[in-house]
């Protein structure tokens, strides 16, 4: 789309070295003496279109119409160390036109619900909120939080806007 412009970032520290680095769309700029140098950026790996993307401390999360991975910053490299297959429910993956719109990796979908320091995915839909947690090394879609309100038509009753006895128009006189 023209015009539109789509910005996302995150600050968080990546490498593990106690300083923020940035993250955006597509590169990670490590923080180095207060600095942004450009030999310090380093492209996020890109695992196709229709991918969401969001950080939990050190781990950054990929979601798929079909998977869930975790990458992290190790020894230079990025380092895959988790991967699952997941079937999503409907609707949670928009078409590409939607994407024109809302871009992907500004939506933050890792939240800690139980307190426990590691994220649930919470994923909207046209049913509501999904809610996967990870479970014996796997992520699983606990609940649905219907949050939404129901889509009804209200009545319609029937209703004269201009009564027949009442259809007169004056016109001015010559």
Same mark, same amino acid.
């Given at each position: 789309?023209?015009?539109?412009?789509?910005?996302?970032?995150?600050?968080?520290?990546?490498?593990?070295?106690?300083?923020?680095?940035?993250?955006?769309?597509?590169?990670?700029?490590?923080?180095?003496?207060?600095?942004?140098?450009?030999?310090?950026?380093?492209?996020?790996?890109?695992?196709?279109?229709?991918?969401?993307?969001?950080?939990? /401390?050190?781990?950054?999360? %990929?979601?798929?119409? @079909?998977?869930?991975? &975790?990458?992290?910053?190790? $020894?230079?490299?990025?380092?895959?160390?988790?991967?699952?297959?997941?079937?999503?429910?409907?609707?949670?993956?928009?078409?590409?036109?939607?994407?024109?719109?809302?871009?992907?990796?500004?939506?933050?979908?890792?939240?800690?619900?139980?307190?426990?320091?590691?994220?649930?995915?919470?994923?909207?839909?046209?049913? /509501?909120?999904?809610?996967? %947690?990870?479970?014996? @090394?796997?992520?699983? &879609?606990?609940?649905?939080? $219907?949050?939404?309100?129901?889509?009804?038509?209200?009545?319609?009753?029937?209703?004269?806007?201009?009564?027949?006895?009442?259809?007169?128009?004056?016109?001015?006189?010559?």
């Amino acid at each position: 789309m023209l015009g539109c412009v789509h910005l996302s970032s995150w600050t968080t520290d990546v490498d593990g070295d106690g300083f923020a680095d940035i993250v955006l769309e597509h590169v990670v700029a490590f923080s180095r003496n207060g600095r942004y140098p450009q030999e310090a950026r380093q492209p996020i790996p890109d695992f196709g279109p229709f991918t969401w993307r969001g950080f939990w /401390g050190q781990q950054l999360y %990929h979601l798929s119409p @079909n998977s869930i991975r &975790i990458i992290e910053w190790r $020894d230079g490299n990025w380092k895959e160390t988790f991967s699952q297959s997941i079937e999503w429910p409907q609707g949670i993956f928009p078409s590409y036109e939607w994407t024109e719109y809302m871009d992907p990796a500004q939506i933050r979908f890792l939240q800690d619900l139980d307190g426990n320091h590691e994220p649930e995915i919470i994923l909207p839909a046209e049913a /509501g909120l999904y809610i996967a %947690h990870r479970k014996d @090394n796997a992520f699983i &879609i606990s609940s649905l939080l $219907d949050v939404y309100p129901p889509m009804t038509v209200a009545p319609l009753r029937e209703t004269v806007l201009w009564p027949q006895n009442k259809r007169k128009m004056q016109t001015p006189e010559r």
